[in-house]
């Protein structure tokens, strides 16, 4: 895959492939696979937002989790430049790994689960620092202030569980957690996708201003459209397993490439009565990542779809620059983005 | 306008939950009309009450609770009308089951939970179809599968012996509006119906609602928080906060001259396609709303950027109309 300013890539993942074998019987025979994370290329600059959109089943958080080897890969390689150097996170020992984590950091989507209940704020944000050996007794304590002064919590909530807290202020929690080791890249897993409207704004507002001033290399997971499109630099569509477009954010959401992104793009609602654009109502449902058409995945809910799109699944290749569509038919389309 | 173009109002809605740690003032003085087959979107956000408002409307409120104010219905069944308050009903009566899944009818947010897990899905559809339209299973059936049909559902004779787990998402909803509809409901309340599905699925179920209403003729209590999917799905909309009607007019009135800081801000609040101004919000969350602890006059002043002492802090404002059609609850405009 093709760069620019490739000296500043900060993560690069290659011919990434997450299969779960499917196992039937007494006997536990592997009848097929579930190919969550079918091949993928990308690539993150520093400082830089990729958005990670798509629907249920089609391997975002699967994805995300590879990435940290938080669930092993079954094939491909995670690169991550780490002070000039590059490292293969896929090669890595359990002990070197560990030393890695405190550079690559996730925050979950699930603001009540993801917090251990019998650990107080103060447990919880100071473990990264504890755990790398960062910081201790009274310089932990102060260090762990400041993050909940970053995040916008009050300092002197330290000693309380997370019970007390309201959604929006465990995910600042959360938040606090990931930044605490100082790390390089962090991965959010549909961080808002559990908030009311205005904490979710609120939390945006955040992770923006936090994004500027630690120059954070992130990978945003959402299925929300509207939040992807407003914290993201570039934007990843996936579809059961693979990206099938990516681009900067205002060239997706401008000018797709790819029926489904136009489709996505069409299904948002718009909070504007005097928008009623004709909608692109997709017929069927989300192909299922156990037992994928033939082909290109999308070809049954595709109103351009072909003979050769039922027969060869396309590739993802750059049809402008920066801007890459997996489709067979990508030049000839000419589809609409959104309407501004 | 005259009194028979609405099919429900509801006045002075109160509901009080009666718990351990103390009382809920869930509903509190709560006031919308649902106009003939016309859709009324309910808006507002987690714990505003607009869930408990909608059970209230087919009294299933779970006890212990004080239920008081208005429900009215307007019923017609063959050009016979009567005026029935449901407040006033047995809950466990005659009268109210009746109306409860065939006048009225309701759809949830996770349809998974909604289904019997132990029953498949033509059971639970042929079961409300016995209850109100006929006794004859065989009948009801053929129902069940021409119903399952109008609202999309693949291969109706066969899926309808599916469990509900054996369903994704998009087909369990859509299940449940043929369930919702197969008594021909005046009144369908959908309580948040798409979210949690799909954009693109959702998109469907939206298509197929409004389809459905039009073939059908028949009204919507439409609820949500998503105030895109509001702007798509209806006609008027009232604005919940802290079991109150703070703001209520057509979606032309409420998305470009609203009134209320609430709706002020929480329309500021949205991430908007094609734009990355800095999100508006609103300061705090909103308290639980136990007796003893609600805050003298208006609801909303302790989160108010325009909140004028003096005035806000000492009685709740009453309902002004800024122009025809569009009300609000709120002091500036006194």
């Known amino acids: 895959m093709k760069k620019e300013n490739s000296n500043k890539i900060v993560l690069e993942v290659k011919s990434l492939k997450k299969y779960f074998p499917i196992e039937k019987g007494f006997w536990k025979k592997i009848t097929g696979y579930i ?124 000693g309380r569980y997370p019970h007390a807290f309201s959604g929006g202020q465990r995910q600042r929690i959360a938040i606090a957690r990931a930044l605490a080791p100082n790390p390089k890249f962090i991965v959010l897993d549909e961080p808002v996708s559990a908030l009311d409207v205005s904490v979710q704004a609120q939390i945006l507002n955040l992770l923006q201003d936090l994004q500027k001033e630690f120059n954070l290399t992130s990978l945003f997971i959402g299925h929300d459209l509207r939040t992807i499109e407003h914290i993201s630099d570039r934007v990843a569509v996936m579809y059961v397993g693979k990206i099938v477009e990516m681009a900067e954010t205002k060239e997706v959401f401008l000018n797709p490439t790819h029926p489904y992104t136009e489709a996505l793009l069409s299904a948002v609602p718009k909070p504007d009565p005097h928008l009623k654009m004709k909608r692109i109502i997709l017929s069927g449902e989300v192909a299922s990542p156990a037992n994928p058409p033939s082909g290109c995945y999308f070809h049954p809910r595709c109103r351009y779809a072909k003979e050769p799109c039922r027969k060869e699944s396309p590739k993802l290749e750059e049809i402008n620059p920066g801007h890459y569509v997996s489709c067979h038919f990508a030049k000839e389309l000419s589809l609409q983005g959104i309407v501004t | 306008m005259e009194d028979n173009d609405f099919l429900l109002e509801v006045n002075n809605l109160k509901l009080r939950f009666i718990m351990t740690e103390g009382e809920l003032q869930v509903v509190d003085g709560f006031n919308f009309k ?185 009204s919507i209590l439409f609820i949500t928080h998503d105030l895109g999917v509001m702007a798509e799905m209806v006609e008027d909309l009232v604005i919940m906060y802290l079991g109150e009607d703070i703001e209520y007019g057509s979606t032309e009135d409420i998305f470009h001259r609203p009134k209320h800081p609430y709706t002020v801000n929480l329309l500021k609040s949205l991430p908007k396609l094609g734009s990355k101004r800095r999100l508006g919000f609103i300061k705090g969350i909103p308290p639980l709303p136990w007796v003893d602890s609600l805050p003298l006059g208006c609801r909303f002043r302790p989160r108010c950027p325009d909140a004028i002492k003096g005035v806000c802090d000492k009685e709740r404002p009453p309902a002004i109309e800024v122009e025809k059609g569009h009300k609000v609850r709120c002091f500036l405009y006194a």
């Open chain 2, 34 to 218: 649902i106009k003939k087959n016309k859709t009324l979107g309910l808006a507002g956000e987690t714990g505003c009450g607009k869930s408990v408002s909608a059970a209230a409307i087919l009294r299933v409120n779970p006890p212990p609770r004080i239920l008081e104010g208005e429900i009215l219905y307007h019923q017609n069944i063959e050009n016979k009308k009567k005026n029935i308050n449901l407040v006033k009903l047995d809950e466990q009566g005659k009268e109210i089951r009746d109306i409860r899944g065939n006048e009225i009818s309701m759809i949830v947010q996770e349809p998974m939970l909604a289904f019997s897990p132990l029953h498949t899905v033509g059971n639970q559809i042929i079961e409300a179809i016995c209850l109100h339209r006929t006794p004859d299973k065989e009948e009801a059936r053929e129902i069940a599968i021409d119903m399952l049909e109008r609202v999309g559902f693949p291969d109706p004779p066969k899926k309808i012996d599916a469990y509900p787990w054996q369903l994704s998402g998009g087909l369990c909803q859509r299940a449940m509006i043929a369930m919702a509809l197969v008594c021909r409901p005046t009144l369908l309340l959908a309580d948040e119906p798409t979210t949690g599905l799909d954009v693109t699925i959702q998109a469907q179920i939206l298509d197929l609602m409004k389809e459905l209403q039009a073939k059908f003729g028949m």
């Open chain 1, 35 to 158: 190919k969550a994370v079918d091949n993928l290329n990308f690539y993150i600059r520093e400082g830089e937002t990729l958005g990670l959109v798509g629907e249920s089943g089609c391997g975002k958080t699967t994805l995300g989790k590879c990435i940290l080897r938080a669930i092993e890969p079954t094939e491909g390689n995670i690169l991550f430049r780490l002070n000039g150097d590059v490292i293969d996170l896929t090669k890595l020992d359990k002990e070197p790994l560990r030393g890695m984590r405190r550079y690559a950091q996730m925050v979950f989507q699930d603001p009540y689960g993801s917090l251990d209940p019998r650990m107080s704020v103060l447990d919880i944000i100071g473990e990264p620092l504890v755990v790398n050996k960062i910081a201790r007794g009274e310089e932990l304590k102060k260090k762990v202030k400041s993050l909940m002064e970053v995040v916008e919590l009050n300092p002197e909530y330290l």
